[in-house]
């Protein structure tokens, strides 16, 4: 039977740069000793009291259908913190609480773009971006930012492919390369989005994991807060990954339009998981940093671990879980790199290229395993890397 071109679609196909995780991955299910830096997953937990606060709400009753756009109380919590940390007045009108922020992206999308508009983003990208793109029926369009510019996005870049364009979608801090995009960045991003008439949806999921700089929600910019449509999620900032919570924030007649998609499609996110991330944002920034402080402390420990060679370089580790690795001086491109390593120290990172073409020559490495097993890996990894220095 004939599948829709929609769904059969959704990837693209043709080798996206995978190969190396899945590699990785059969390595792992054959009882091989890889030392996993791949996925943006938390070494930890969702802490014991957040699932003590899920199961009294479980235990209490909340096993029912829940509220299809997020509880009041939720909402109200997510738009205050939102204000609190952005200084743009938010109410529940402005969210639809999601089954995480992939969901999110997707109903963003939804909501602004037509079949075959053209949809912008920025390379290097979050690997589901393209894909959920062609997922709504819209035309993914990727815009490079350069790593000679520190992989910060250029407004004339964007600008020239602007026109005509429905919606540019941007991540900071930035998965997979850690950069924030700094101010002017984002001033610039906003003159574009104004100018050409886009929608901006800004993906601010790692924005609880700030190392280096202030991380700037571009919906508090002026006149941008009518046209921007903000992707969160408690998966990085409350390592809640498997609970799939996040919400979209934009403008209410956006958000009531979604409450429809809503309505059509999840049927909302069950009333415990909700209880339990109320309960997580009540704790406030202590819980957060608590969340974040093993990427903080291995951030330092991977610049240490880069300190007196050149052959290995660290684009600008300033925010999220993730450090990209320029390893040009080797002469391999990216997907070589980690193929060999793989092979020779049962190392398992990602190749730039897997987030698109701006990263070619370069690793993505996740911090996401314990202090002293992240040290040894990078030591041997740019042992590896200066021995095949050309
Ligand atoms: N955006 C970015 C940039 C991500 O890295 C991820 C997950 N790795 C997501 C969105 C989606 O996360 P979730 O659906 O778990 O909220």
Request: glycine content about 8%; proline content about 5%; overall charge negative.
């Amino acid at each position: 039977m004939k599948l829709s071109k929609r769904i059969t679609q959704i990837t693209g196909g043709g080798s996206d740069g995978w190969d190396v995780f899945y590699r990785a991955r059969r390595m792992i299910d054959a009882g091989q000793n890889v030392v996993e830096l791949t996925i943006g997953e938390h070494d930890i937990r969702t802490h014991p009291d957040i699932l003590a606060a899920m199961d009294r709400a479980a235990v209490s009753g909340r096993t029912g259908y829940a509220e299809v756009p997020g509880s009041f109380a939720l909402r109200d919590s997510v738009a205050a913190r939102i204000a609190a940390r952005t200084g743009v007045a938010t109410t529940r009108d402005n969210i639809l609480i999601t089954p995480g922020g992939q969901s999110a992206l997707f109903a963003a999308h939804s909501a602004v773009c037509d079949e075959g508009d053209t949809a912008l983003y920025i390379d290097p990208y979050y690997a589901t971006y393209p894909g959920t793109i062609r997922g709504i029926g819209a035309r993914p369009v990727a815009i490079q930012a350069h790593a000679a510019n520190n992989f910060q996005p250029k407004a004339t870049d964007i600008a020239a492919v602007a026109k005509g364009a429905t919606s540019l979608l941007i991540n900071s801090p930035n998965n997979p390369t850690g950069v924030i995009y700094s101010a002017e960045t984002l001033a610039d991003i906003a003159g574009v989005c104004i100018q050409n008439d886009l929608w901006l949806i800004s993906d601010e999921v790692y924005d609880t994991q700030i190392w280096e700089g202030d991380h700037l929600s571009p919906r508090a910019l002026p006149d941008m807060a009518e046209r921007t449509l903000v992707i969160g999620s408690m998966s990085k900032s409350h390592a809640m990954t498997g609970s799939r919570i996040g919400w979209v924030c934009g403008p209410p007649d956006v958000i009531e339009h979604l409450i429809n998609l809503a309505t059509h499609t999840t049927y909302g996110v069950p009333g415990y998981i909700q209880d339990a991330a109320e309960f997580a944002i009540a704790q406030g920034a202590p819980l957060e940093d608590e969340v974040s402080a093993p990427f903080k402390r291995r951030r330092l420990l991977t610049l240490k671990a880069l300190e007196g060679q050149n052959v290995v370089r660290a684009v600008p580790v300033q925010g999220a879980m993730y450090v990209m690795l320029d390893i040009r001086a080797t002469g391999m491109s990216g997907e070589e790199f980690a193929n060999a390593l793989l092979d020779a120290e049962l190392i398992a990172t990602m190749p730039g290229e897997s987030f698109g073409k701006a990263a070619a020559g370069h690793i993505r490495v996740a911090m996401t395993i314990n202090d002293e097993a992240y040290v040894d890996a990078l030591n041997r990894l740019v042992a590896f890397a200066k021995s095949h220095a050309s």
